[in-house]
């Protein structure tokens, strides 16, 4: 006999509390929280959609880290240090064995980074996730869009294009033709938390990789009215995408994939030397290109200006 | 051409800011929020499904206000004072007329409220609605399902069974046979905000009638460890309700509909005729029954025990 919504809960999403200040969590109309005197809340929630951000064959271990991944991504791109979630689930039926696996997915994750699980919704529908992660900065120390300035330089942490590359080896169904790692980056992305929190009063702003390389740091551009250069042969592109993917389609996937959930963020030129060694203790960074006045984004390979056409991802683009 | 997902947020979720507590709000990776200081903060999530919660043809005025109104609803079961609200969005397509009215509906409720959209995310999926509220609640002073004790005096608020009537109207695709206040009460609850507040300190218990009268009662018995006996001639039912569907059905729906939206409350024996003044002064409620010891509720009419077979909702009952 399937289990009802209320037992799903219970058995799957309710656990014993793990942080003091968690004054009540699931299984009222509303969870209660303490938030540490004199620190910024901040909030973020993300939506993943079966068959646009994972596909229906993904093991469901991977879709509980993903979209707590993609949340704590959020955060970590603000320098926050994460709290809590809420997760509102809705599946087409009671799979007792896709939740599980879920919620396994979502609680390793969250022990990870000591999130915990506050409160959610369980509904019958197609399958969709949403989480929306709390966590905390000290005032004036986030991490904005907005404050990059001519002259500042320009940096990713570790390696992007991955996440796509894993993506549509997941897609061809033969995750075993080529290096696993591909795979595990994008069902299993890392959220970038430390090295966020290490860039609070640092970074004169930062943004995730969430909807491609180039789409993103055109977000960043328009909230700081800058514009940026880009110097292609810095991106760092993992090994395993250059085997498998080779160079024309690594730099495309770099640019425009998506979801490698890495911070871009710029530091001004006079602070970057001494701040560098820091940030690498936290995860590889790389320099790839530099702020300018104006606006628009130029890209350069060994000196000579490229044409992009990619775009960052739209969900509604035609 | 259809608008793209960063100009639908630019057009329809952007607005001014509000409140002097939004730090930063729609536009960069999370917001930045400043809880009042000695403030417990309150955090819900609900979700709406398309031809679950709301039928595909319902006015998507309709759909805005019912998906933040549900979650104000869980503020207002906590005592809370409702302040935020994030928004995940799947839609099937770029509908600007739709989201247009969504968003009406939806701002409309948030500015009844003093609520202020502080964040969110659109996506390309089936049409399901998520949103978060956020609130706060003097410290200690929230209400709980688990506080009621026996001999304490069983409350409810408004007419209970209007929205289910409403909802059946919806299906019928004939609203206007019958009452247009049952089709509103589906369609656009009001959150008890302001009794919820009036509730604060005085409440044993507290519960919001999202899934039936019986079903979340019997939430808050199990919450609390104790049983309650149900008085049926004394539940309040709408003269709407009453002439459209007949003292049977309209029974039926009162117990078992859901989706009213009011707020089920336990009050002390000898404190309640002293406050129920002041709790009439936010909006009628009315004794419906009394907290035992033990398990289970009992349903009495005219001093007769009558059997209820009614359950409350459950997304996943076969």
């Given amino acids: 006999m399937p289990l009802g919504e209320f ?3 219970a058995r799957y999403f309710t656990r014993p509390g793990r942080r003091g200040d968690v004054l009540l969590g699931v299984g009222d109309d509303a969870a209660l929280l303490d938030v540490p005197a004199g620190q910024t809340l901040v909030a973020a929630t993300d939506t993943l959609v079966e068959g646009r951000h994972f596909l229906a064959d993904a093991p469901p271990q991977s879709v509980g880290h993903q979209a707590l991944a993609v ?5 970590a791109a603000m320098g926050a240090q994460p709290a809590w979630a809420l997760l509102a689930l809705s599946v087409p039926d009671a ?15 969250a022990d990870a980074f000591g999130v915990e699980l506050v409160g959610g919704d369980t509904v ?3 399958r969709i996730v949403t989480i929306q992660a709390l966590g905390f900065v000290p005032p004036g120390e986030a991490l904005k869009r ?3 300035r001519p002259g500042d330089v320009l ?9 796509a590359a894993g993506l549509e080896l997941a ?9 696993a790692t591909l795979l595990r980056r994008h069902q299993y992305a890392e959220p970038r938390v430390a090295l966020g929190i290490a860039l609070r009063g640092v970074a ?3 943004i995730d990789v969430s909807d491609g390389l180039l789409g993103d740091l055109g977000k960043l551009c328009r909230a700081s009215g800058v514009s940026a250069v880009v110097q292609l042969e810095r991106l760092p592109l993992s090994r395993a995408l250059l085997e498998g993917f080779g160079a024309t389609a690594a730099e495309r996937m770099a640019l425009a994939g998506g979801d490698d959930y890495e911070l871009l963020f710029t530091l001004s030129a006079s602070a970057a030397p001494a701040i560098e060694p820091t940030l690498a203790a936290c995860c590889s960074i790389t320099r790839i290109g530099v702020i300018g006045a104006g606006r628009g984004i130029r890209c350069f390979r060994s000196g000579l200006e490229v044409e992009q056409e990619v775009a960052g991802h739209d969900h509604f683009a035609a």
């Fill in 7 to 9: 037992e799903l809960i």
């Fill in 71 to 75: 949340n704590l991504s959020d955060l």
């Fill in 95 to 109: 799979d007792e064995a896709w939740i599980d696996g879920f919620s396994r997915g979502f609680h390793a994750l």
């Fill in 124 to 126: 019958r529908g197609a």
């Fill in 146 to 148: 907005s404050g990059a």
């Fill in 155 to 163: 940096y990713v942490s570790g390696t992007v294009g991955d996440a």
């Fill in 171 to 179: 897609r061809r169904c033969d995750p075993g033709a080529m290096d």
């Fill in 204 to 206: 004169s702003a930062a």
